[in-house]
């Protein structure tokens, strides 16, 4: 018997979650797709059209995430409203690898999804498929390539079956009825570390879609790279885990600048000596698909604490609401009931600073909610409070400008946050907030994000 436990046991360490002990880990440039260096950057936009833009990208992405919330069978969308499946991720941040050995290898630019975990692309034969550059992948011209049988630990689940030849055949069914098919494969990735040189990792496990009525414009980015929860996300795959230490970690500028910024993966991940790190536990649910749920708890306006009714951002037990860390939003939307609050308390304190009532939304802002006039000649650093989210365990403080969008053009600021009022849907804390942020998403032992304030600009 103990004989038996001494054969397995190393077996057992070797595929369960254990950082290596060798100092391996890997940086990729970050694209912000808002950036003017964004090879994907559209310059014809105006500001007003750009963040019309956003806020749509937003919805549709809330829609998204909504769906892994409660079920997509449950959610109806209107298709010429807002696709989804790949398009929700139309401004989400990216990344570029290359994938494949041989004639087959080729740089590709992915969309980054923490909330979804298979990372697929497009592989030839593909019928039908949306249009891209570069050439589709050809399976057929790398000799790593390897179609994975039905029997594979990973070809589990309602996404996953055997298909003809006893391959293990995906299916992912978008809420807009629309979906991608396709062989669960690994290859070689070759990832060109932003600190110089490449790092290639051999036998990823990823999906090579051969069908998808998913619509998406050509010249963007051709697939997602998933860092989701689940056991197929590079993030938590045993092959990955010499150079993820499964974790990875990162430090968003503002959206719109040139700064260079860097998705971290394993000892690449270092903290600012001075930097206050604190943590709260990612919340893990018996049922429903998984994203980086934490605890939110209360927030404060200053050192003014807002108090919430008990419950306000856990999820119930149906799978709606909760509270998701996601970087695919851009602003942050909080359930109505809980923006109702902060919005009275903001109203509250500004009224104290004798501030004109809230005006709409001029400019770009047209859409933002709770917006005033800036009176001449105020600092807004003077004037603007800041905001604290309470985390269980974790504080994270946000200055006035990762609270506010303020246009000293219009002379105004609003709350870049908004009401979401789907009860379903989970409230999230888009990149807007999460700017000066040092994250580290530790999925080892169930799970950890570790946050720092850090001048992400200047920073690691
Ligand atoms: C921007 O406009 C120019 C001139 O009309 C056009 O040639 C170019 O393709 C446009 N760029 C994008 C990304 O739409
Ligand atoms: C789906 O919708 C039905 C009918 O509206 C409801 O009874 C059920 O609870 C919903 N399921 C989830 C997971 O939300
Ligand atoms: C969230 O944290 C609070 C305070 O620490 C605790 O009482 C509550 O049980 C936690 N909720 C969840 C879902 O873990």
Redesign the pocket.
Known sequence: MSYSVLIFLPVLLATSQIIPKTKQGFSLNLIDPLSPVSPFFNPNLTDTERFNRILKSDRGRLRYLTSLN??AS?ISIDPTEIRLGLSSHDLSYMVMMGIGTGAAFQNYYLHLDTGSSLTWIQCEPCHPCFQQQPPLFDPLNSPTYVSLMANHPYCQGPDYGPGPHNVCYFSMFYADRTSADGILSSETFTFPSSQGGNIQVPNVVFGCTHLTDTVYPLGGPVGIFGLGLERESFISQPSCAPVTGLRFSYCLVEPGSNIPMSLRFGDDITWPPVARVQQTKILRFSTGPIHYYVNLTEMSLDDTRIYFPPGTFDRDP???GGFVVDSGCHFTYLPQLAYRIVRNALVLRFQARHLMPPVPGRGEAEELDLCYDLPPNVDPQILLPSMTFHFAGADLPLFYEQVFHVDMHEQQFCLAMLPETDV?APGVLGAFQQVNTQFEFDTCNGGTLRMATVDCAHGV
């Open positions: 409660v079920g449950n149906s799978g709606r379903r």
